[in-house]
């Protein structure tokens, strides 16, 4: 099975910077995209953005703040978050989907999260 570790979170003052990183690891054959999604406490889990090859998707509550980039060959994803508001905080999620060969089994297009990261920006 695939496992994903994410590193970078923390406290920040509105307007600081905050970076985020996720390495997925075990059994990949292919990724077809990674994604960071966040849940604010009382709220659902929402798309942040999302990597697909060279196709970038982001939120529009982000969009010109946040910026997603990605190392195929090392099964790794950033979010470089610009500008931060007391709004982006919450607990953010690394996401991957793709195919996977594990214990004798192939599984397509499959899904897998991170741990979470809290991110806090204060006011």
């Known amino acids: 099975q695939v496992q994903l570790v994410e590193s970078g979170g923390g406290l920040v003052q509105a307007g600081g910077s905050l970076r985020l990183s996720c390495v997925a690891s075990g059994g990949i054959l292919s990724s077809n995209h990674m994604g960071w999604y966040r849940q604010a406490p009382g709220k659902q889990r929402e798309l942040v953005a999302i990597i697909s090859g060279d196709t970038t998707t982001y939120a529009d509550s982000v969009k010109g703040r946040f910026t997603i980039s990605g190392d195929n060959a090392k099964n790794t994803v950033y979010l470089q978050m610009n500008s931060l508001k007391p709004e982006d905080t919450g607990v953010y999620y690394c996401?991957?989907?793709?195919?996977?060969?594990?214990?004798?089994?192939?599984?397509?297009?499959?899904?897998?999260w991170g741990q979470g990261s809290q991110v806090t920006v204060s006011s």
């Open positions: 996401e991957w989907r793709g195919d996977v060969y594990s214990s004798g089994t192939f599984y397509r297009d499959d899904d897998y």
